[in-house]
Structures are given as structure tokens and as C-alpha cells.
């Protein structure tokens, strides 16, 4: 155990020291501040305490005088000076927690910055891993009150082995031994520390993940993206078992650590306690044989019970700097964590209008951790100002070419150029500057509907933002809502919500927004019904005139509507054509048009 602990320390005094250097950077002047006002707390306990000493002493010498009340006259000073400390003590209490306070804000703030910006900095791939999230959660949740609470507990522990220090010089006076004893008798409380803190961080290092485990049962059953099906499926007394059975595992590793280290303390604090009471006797010895005043055994007795209670405060301030450092060691791991794709040295400038198109050549990308390829050699070409259509069954790699196609992904082998240029050999800024997309499973922004619409440009103005709402058939659902384009959507603000059909409508009004010559689409009809879409397919046209575009469905009748239709499967394109020529083809497009032609016909017969 002490080996460890040793091995322990010297990996964590690096840490400390970073973590240190973030309070440093983000609050100079009020760190100084605090540094001045902790050196001034140590020192008041251990002059309070000769102060009462030196009153104690004055006092009983008057009461055996003859003149009483000349005698007094020489203990006022020090009963002053005892007032006067006692009063600087709450001022400077007072103080120190003022100027804690402003430095967690300023520190807070600025680790969260690092975060954020060290997020966005982040692949795709990052937020993909469960060790990552473990990670991140790590860093912004358990670490990032941690630099402050490493500061508080450092200083806690500078002003108490200051205060100790004195207190130890002024047993010193009587016996050197006394301090030695003072000391030695709390050290079987710094190895119990030492333990329950090494076993503390290994348990939750282990079940970092029984605890976000935790979040999402308790996401489940109180936010209103689960409401229904928890009702509707009946799932509400699962996910409550599931939550108290877990939350029972960790509890009772707890409270049998708890249990353990309890009894452990209790040894500790008879072994402390036996220490002071030698000291005491020793001094009680003296007086009875003349050889100490009154003033020395309330010295002795207040320098025991306080070095006792400090030499305890010290070794929780002890416990409590290293668990911050182990836990900044976490946000430190996240802030190290390097983005796996980086720009090149001499980034080549992207195109101002495409000419030639995009080209996917011999491309294989296997997703990490996965055990087969998403694409194998596969070969694409998107010709420059047409619409191409990607449709396929799930799982075919669609998605899987926007990824690609926007480099959140690298490709294991081949490449993708538009208009000849590797995308690799472009900044990734440039990159996405030539790319505007509807994702998916699109973000709902919970900001007004002018705002989620400028999401795609922040620099549009307010005809720009308009005129896009009226491209996807957004300006209608808008209109209806009361303040119009100055409605907060969304619940978490007490917004407006809307149907799933109209959010799509407003996302596609933000990828419309974004003068991009690339525009790609995934599922932009996916959410409409079949109204909605035949209105939004009359303006399709218009809406991709000198862009090139590509769009991923599943519907037949929005994939007709394209140049190009390309049928995938099993991450290759095995039927290319128009609309018309796939059909004629009798292929697997022919096939899957037929059926969904019943579907609607069936549809429309109910």
C-alpha cells in the first residue's frame, strides 16, 4: 500500500501542477489574492493560541494578588489583542470565501471553454466509442469543478500545516519530543486515508459507465422523447427496476466501503487521542512540580486539541487533493485526446465552382471496431450540376458516403476528389464550406424559427432566411405560429413544437439557406407526407440550379425526380440509369417501384 501510494504521488504531482497552472491562466490576480489571505488564516490560530496563554497567565497571577485590579490591568492588552483576532478571523473567513467564489466562476468558465473547444475539435468518430463518452463524461462532469476544488483543498491544507507548524514551535519550547509525538500519533490516519481514496477512484474509474448507465435510465423515464413508448409499451416499471437494481449494486459497494473505512477510522482516532493524552499527562507532571503555569496547560491542552483536529484536516485536505488530481487526469486525458484527421502541412485551395463533379475511386472504409466493410472498392462519380439519387435498402453504406464525402471518415484505401483535388489534401474548413446537408435525423435548435433556419449562415439576412423557408415549404408552418419567424421553438424555452414533418421542412430551409455548389440531402422527404412532398418536389428543380446534388431515399417517387439514380446494396452500386431506364430494366429498382406503387395504391384505396 505505501508503495503504491508513493507510486500514486509521484504520477499525480504533475497533474497537480497542470491543474495548478489552469486556476493560474484563468484567475492571476485573485489567485495572489487568495495566497496572501490563506498565509494570514494559518497564522491567527497559533497567536491566538500564545495570546491565551500569556491572558491565562496574567489572569491567575491578579487573582493571587494582593491589588486585584492593578494586576488586571496587565492581562487587558492581550484579552484586546484576543478580541481583535477573533474579529480578523471572521473578516478574513468572510474574504477568503469571497475570492474563492469569484475564482471557481473564472475557472469553471474557462475549463468549459477547453472543453467545447476541444470537442468541436474532435472527430466524428470520438463521439461514436463508448470509451469516449466515457472519457468525456469523465472530464466534464466529474472533473470540472475539480482545478477549484484542488486549489480550495491545497490551500486548506497550506493554511493548517502553517497553523500546525506554529503550534508545533510552541511545544517545541517545552520538549522537543512533543511535536514528534503530536505528529506521530495521526499517521495511522494518513494510511487509512491514502486507502479509502486509491479504492475510492479505482471504483469509479471501473463503473464509469454503470453510472452514465444511470443517466440514460433516468433520461428515459422523465424526458418527453421517451414519454410515449414508455407509456404506451408499458416500459415504465422495466426501466424503474433496472434503474433501483443497479443504483443498489453501487450503493452497497458504498456503504461497505463506508462501513470499512469507519471502523478503520476509529482506531486511527483512539491511536490520535491516546497521543494527546500522553502530552497532557507529561504537562500535568510539570505543573504539579512547579515547573508549569496554568497559561502552559491551556497552551499545551489547546495546541494537542488543535494540532489533532488540523493533522485530521490535513489528511482529508491530502485525500481531497489527490482524488482532484486523479480526476483531472481525466479531463487532461480528454484535452490530450488527438483528432484523428488533421489538415495537411500546405492545404490546397478548394474550387470556386465545380466543373468536374465529385468521384468516389476505388474507395473501402470499414467503421471502427466493426468486423465487416461499409464500402468495398467502391467507385462513384456525381457529375458536376446534376441531381444523383442513391436509393438501396438500410445498411447498404448510403449514409456512408456522406460521412465520407464531408471527412468525418478517412477511407482505409482509394479516395474522394471533387473536381480532381483529394479532399485530404484540402483544410477540413474549406472542405465544408463547399458542402451544405440534410442530415437524417436533423438537430431541432430550440431558438426561434428565424434562428433555426440561420443555423446553415449565420450571416444571412432576413430576406435570405425567408426566401429559403419558402424553398422547402417551411413559410407555411411559420405563418401559423404566433410571433411568425420570431416564434421559440421547442419545449425546453417554452416554445411552439412542431410536427416532425415541420422541423424537416425548417432543416431543409437551413440546408437550402447555405450557398454551398455541393448540396446533399439524406431522407428529405422522409418526414413528409405525401402532400407535403408533391409540393416540395414541383420546386426541387429550381431549388439545385448550378449546385451539384445528391440525394439519399428511400421513396421511388423523390428519387425520380433526379438526373442520375443509382441502386445500392451491400455497399456497391449495382444498377445505374434514369428513373425510366431502371424501370424498363426490370431490376432490382424495377421491382422495388412496383411495390411501393401497390403500397401507395393501398394506401390510397383505404
Given amino acids: 500500500m505505501i508503495l503504491k501510494a508513493a507510486q500514486e504521488l509521484s504520477r499525480s504531482l504533475p497533474l497537480m501542477s497542470r491543474g495548478l497552472a489552469l486556476v493560474w491562466r484563468a484567475a492571476r490576480l485573485w489567485t495572489v489574492a487568495w495566497g496572501v489571505l490563506i498565509v494570514a488564516q494559518g497564522l491567527l490560530p497559533a497567536i491566538l493560541v500564545h495570546l491565551t496563554r500569556t491572558a491565562v497567565n496574567h489572569l491567575a497571577d ?19 489583542g484576543i478580541a481583535a483576532l477573533l474579529i480578523a478571523g471572521q473578516l478574513l473567513a ?50 470540472i469543478n475539480r482545478p477549484v476544488i484542488l486549489l480550495e483543498n491545497l490551500g486548506t491544507f497550506l493554511q493548517n500545516a502553517l497553523t500546525l507548524a506554529a503550534l508545533a514551535l510552541l511545544l517545541a519550547a517545552y520538549a522537543p519530543w512533543l511535536p514528534l509525538l503530536l505528529v506521530g500519533s495521526a499517521l495511522p490516519g494518513l494510511w487509512i486515508v491514502a486507502r479509502f481514496i486509491l479504492r475510492e477512484v479505482a471504483w469509479r474509474r471501473a463503473n464509469t459507465g454503470n453510472e452514465r448507465r444511470l443517466r440514460y435510465y433516468d433520461w428515459m423515464m422523465t424526458e418527453k422523447e421517451s414519454a410515449a413508448e414508455m407509456r404506451i409499451f408499458a416500459l415504465g416499471d422495466h426501466h424503474r427496476g433496472a434503474y433501483a437494481q443497479l443504483r443498489t449494486e453501487l450503493r452497497a459497494w458504498r456503504l461497505k466501503l463506508a462501513a470499512s473505512e469507519l471502523r478503520a477510522e476509529l482506531a486511527a482516532g483512539a ?64 484535452l490530450e485526446t488527438a483528432p484523428q484527421l488533421e489538415d495537411p502541412p500546405r492545404p490546397q485551395p478548394p474550387p470556386t465552382l465545380l466543373r468536374q463533379g465529385v468521384r468516389f475511386e476505388g474507395v473501402s472504409f470499414r467503421y471502427p471496431g466493426r468486423g465487416r466493410d461499409a464500402l468495398h472498392d467502391f467507385s462513384l462519380d456525381l457529375p458536376a450540376g446534376r441531381t444523383i439519387a442513391i436509393v438501396g435498402p438500410n445498411g447498404a453504406g448510403k449514409s456512408t458516403l456522406i460521412k465520407l464525402l464531408c471527412r468525418f471518415y478517412d477511407p482505409q484505401q482509394g479516395r474522394i476528389l471533387i473536381d480532381g483535388i ?58 401559423r405560429l ?31 439557406l447555405r450557398d454551398a455548389p455541393i448540396l446533399i440531402l439524406d431522407e428529405p422527404t422522409s418526414a413528409m407526407d405525401s402532400w407535403a412532398e408533391a409540393d416540395w418536389l414541383k420546386r426541387f428543380s429550381e431549388l ?63
Fill in 422 to 479: 483529394d479532399v485530404r489534401q484540402m483544410a477540413q474548413a474549406d472542405l465544408w464550406r463547399l458542402i451544405t446537408v440534410l442530415f437524417q435525423e436533423p438537430v431541432n435548435y430550440h431558438a426561434s424559427a428565424a434562428d433555426n433556419i440561420a443555423m446553415g449562415d449565420l450571416t444571412a439576412d432576413a430576406d435570405r432566411i425567408a426566401a429559403a423557408a419558402r424553398a422547402s415549404g417551411a413559410d407555411g408552418c411559420i405563418a
Fill in 62 to 80: 491578579a487573582l493571587a494578588a494582593p491589588d486585584t485590579l492593578t494586576a488586571f490591568a496587565v492581562a487587558w492588552p492581550s484579552l484586546a
Fill in 94 to 143: 468572510s474574504l477568503v470565501a469571497w475570492v474563492r467564489g469569484v475564482q471557481a466562476e473564472l475557472v469553471q468558465d474557462h475549463i468549459k471553454e477547453l472543453i467545447h473547444a476541444h470537442a468541436l475539435r474532435l472527430d466524428l468518430a470520438f463521439f461514436e466509442e463508448p470509451d469516449s463518452y466515457d472519457l468525456l463524461y469523465r472530464a466534464s462532469v466529474d472533473a
Fill in 544 to 606: 439545385t440550379v448550378g449546385r451539384t446534388a445528391l440525394m439519399i431515399t428511400h421513396r421511388f417517387t423523390t428519387a425520380m425526380h433526379a438526373d442520375i439514380v443509382h441502386v445500392m446494396r451491400a455497399g456497391r452500386i449495382v444498377e445505374s440509369g434514369t428513373h425510366a431506364e431502371l424501370v424498363a430494366a426490370e431490376g432490382l429498382y424495377a421491382e422495388s417501384w412496383r411495390e411501393q406503387m401497390r403500397e401507395m395504391g393501398g394506401a390510397a384505396g383505404e
Fill in 271 to 334: 491511536i490520535s487521542w491516546a497521543g494527546a493524552l500522553a502530552g497532557m499527562l507529561w504537562m500535568l507532571k510539570r505543573a504539579a512540580n512547579g515547573l508549569a503555569k496554568l497559561g502552559d496547560l491551556v497552551l499545551c491542552y489547546q495546541a494537542f486539541q488543535q494540532g489533532q483536529a488540523l493533522l485530521r484536516a490535513l489528511l482529508e485536505s491530502s485525500g481531497q487533493i489527490y482524488r482532484s488530481v486523479l480526476f483531472l487526469d481525466n479531463l487532461f486525458q480528454f
Fill in 482 to 512: 404566433p410571433n411568425g419567424f420570431d416564434t421559440v421553438l421547442g419545449q425546453w424555452f417554452g416554445g411552439a413544437e412542431l410536427s416532425v414533418g415541420e422541423w424537416q421542412r425548417l432543416a431543409l430551409a437551413r440546408a437550402f
